[in-house]
């Protein structure tokens, strides 16, 4: 059975056990290499930022691409699974890199802007995720929701800022990933409707 | 096409969505504030701080040190001639010939340069096992058992004059052998004052856990000095020159505003975009608190009578 005849439910599942699978992957990739610490914590900062960017250019990309307006609904599994990604980025950090020192943590923060970058994405992100749900739309109503939602674009932006500015030398991909974003800041800009 | 009334996006939504999209990219923008914000504190001294006692941090010197697994040394390193990620210098092709290998020692400060093969070296000079902290600027650690011989022996035999201030190494500089030897520019090129070169801790370093260097970790004879930070260390060295004036580090000359000469570990002065006050041990989990002179003040506080001058901590 080929992917072209599957229902859209059947990809949506498909959507989420390939991605993961792409996180059970990554764990263990990060726990055969060096240091499972930093590996890992890259690894899921990196992707749950693609995933995130990705489901923000469903919109833009779907005026041009009927395929991409077809499956405009695995836009919510995508932007979710950023979400777990970046939750594991966020236990990675707190559990495994600052062993649950809350004042070393607090110093590291007071130190690095971009932390408090990341901090602010992942605040915004928490109402979204737990709001991408027909539960969460029924219960805001529509409105609300829409509103709630247009803080994505802060989530997202907070995101690539955070990711920008952790690097050390490296800055090529996430100056790349910026790009993307504010075109599709700007394409929303336009044509917000 | 018919749009229900109830489709119609409100007015107040679409404002608000306008409004929001135009706080994410002022964020996107922050970056560049913060940047600039940088440049402009970069005017104003570091504030003065009183030198704390080395012996008031005892308890953070530990006693025995638990040295990296070798396989952690050597998977994880930054050696941007394979390859800027840390997992390239060991993924590259084994393309660095490390025999023969010849070590020019000279300079205007030495009355007797050689051209030394690593063989000769090796032979001439007892290794030493050394078992150092090793502190990258990029604030992650390990702690690396050297095998290797005391760049004072080396610089000794060299005759240094009244010439010789500092020290100017050089790493081999091959794009045949090496997939991104261009990356800055040329060679790379270290330095150390005399002092700090004929410091019993200064080590030329030709082995780990007593196995010959691997290409990923220098091979086949590097620089160790374990108060700096690791960019200090410089790896593949092919010219020793005992020399009259400052040598322009290769860092420094990339970035001179985050990367100097001196670069001693030094918790109080952040690198402008990271603290330096904790590090991560690689293979560990949690971080620990950075030490001064990465622990090795007792024996090299001493040759940097200013200790609050950010001069010799970045």
Known sequence: MTITVLPLSSRKHLLNIALCLALMWGIYDALMGPDLVSDLRSFTGRYGAYLLLVSLLFTPLSQRWLWVKRHLALRRNIGVWGFIYASVHVVVWIALEFAFDWQLMVDEIGGNLFILLGILAFVLLLPLAATSNRWGLKKLGYRSWQSLHSLTYIAIAAVMAHFFMAQKSDVLEPLLLGCVLVAVLLWRYRHAH | ?314
């Open chain 2, 1 to 314: 096409m018919l749009i229900k009334s109830s489709e119609i996006t409100s007015e107040m939504v679409f404002n608000k969505r306008r409004r929001l999209i135009a706080a994410g990219l002022a964020v996107l923008a922050l970056p560049a504030v913060d940047k600039g914000y940088a440049l402009l504190l970069q005017k104003q001294e570091q504030a003065k701080q009183p030198f704390p006692p080395l012996a008031s941090m005892p308890e953070l010197i530990p006693e025995v040190l638990e040295p990296t697994p070798l396989n952690i040394i050597t998977n994880y390193n930054n050696y941007y001639e394979f390859g800027y990620g840390k997992d390239d210098p060991s993924k590259a092709i084994k393309s660095l010939i490390t025999s023969p290998w010849t070590v020019d020692i000279g300079g205007v400060g030495a009355d007797k340069p050689g051209l030394y093969d690593i063989a000769e070296i090796k032979g001439e000079y007892a290794i030493e096992n050394h078992v150092y902290r090793f502190r990258c600027v990029e604030a992650w650690s390990m702690v690396i058992p050297w095998n290797g011989i005391k760049l004072a022996d080396i610089i000794r035999a060299a005759q240094p004059n009244s010439k010789a201030k500092f020290v100017r190494f050089t790493t081999l500089n091959d794009a045949q052998q090496m997939p991104n030897a261009g990356w800055s520019g040329g060679a790379y090129v270290e330095g150390l004052t005399i002092a700090e070169a004929m410091n019993p801790l200064t080590l030329m370093a030709t082995g780990i856990y007593d196995k010959t260097l691997e290409q990923q970790n220098g091979a086949p004879i590097r620089l160790v000095v374990p108060w700096k930070y690791g960019f200090k260390s410089i790896k593949s060295i092919v010219k020793i020159e005992l020399v009259e004036h400052m040598p322009q580090n290769t860092w420094w000359k990339q970035n001179d505003r985050e990367y100097g000469f001196y670069a001693n570990v030094n918790p109080r002065f952040d690198h402008p975009r990271w603290t330096q006050a904790t590090e991560r041990v690689i293979g560990q989990l949690g971080r620990k608190p950075t030490l001064l002179f990465n622990g090795y003040g007792d024996q090299v506080a001493h040759l940097y009578p200013d200790p609050d001058n950010r001069l010799y901590f970045y």
